[in-house]
């Protein structure tokens, strides 16, 4: 768990104190509500979609700092709050290689997206990363049946993308 005190003989920096804290998440927070408001009142409407993009991650970048400020404040772990990102980051890689087997291969693009969605289920549930296995569902899901039973169920939903991934190949393709 991420502390938010200095180590000993050390004094920590006016962005770990809770005054800074509070500001951090009034800024980061605030921010993101004043840029959601800007695009709901169609600021954002004539940019290019690269454009569009860009202000999208600028929002999650700044909603992940006012989360991470409210996560410290209240004891947790802050690196949770960058799990936009790692979720980001991951659909934005299931989506590129949904396009490049449409392309390459003629595969139906969702067939694709969850094929890759099933692979990154199935290493994350070998692997085990901590934004995987040490979140609150994962825990509570621990808790209740059991490490090695919560690894059963999370190879399961991996399955089960996979053969949905391969039964829309198959009903999409030519032969069928």
């Known amino acids: ?62 909603l992940g700092m006012g989360s991470r400020a409210i996560i410290a404040l209240l004891g947790g772990d802050t690196r949770f709050a960058w799990l936009p990102f790692i979720l980001l980051s991951w659909l934005l890689v299931a989506a590129a290689v949904g396009a490049i087997l449409q392309f390459a291969f003629s595969l139906p693009f969702v067939s694709g997206f969850l094929g890759v969605l099933a692979a990154a289920e199935a290493w994350w549930t070998w692997r085990l990363p901590w934004w995987f296995w040490e979140g609150w569902r994962a825990r509570r899901l621990r808790a209740a049946i059991g490490d090695r039973a919560t690894r059963v169920v999370c190879g399961l939903v991996a399955l089960v993308l996979a053969i949905a991934a391969v039964a829309l190949a198959r009903a999409q393709s030519p032969a069928a």
């Open 1 to 62: 768990m991420t502390q938010n005190q200095p180590p000993a003989g050390q004094t920590g920096s006016f962005l770990s104190s809770p005054v800074g804290l509070i500001l951090q998440a009034i800024m980061g927070l605030g921010l993101t509500a004043w840029m959601a408001y800007r695009v709901d009142g169609g600021f954002t409407r004539a940019w290019t979609p690269w454009e569009q993009g860009a202000w999208f991650v600028t929002m999650l970048f700044t």
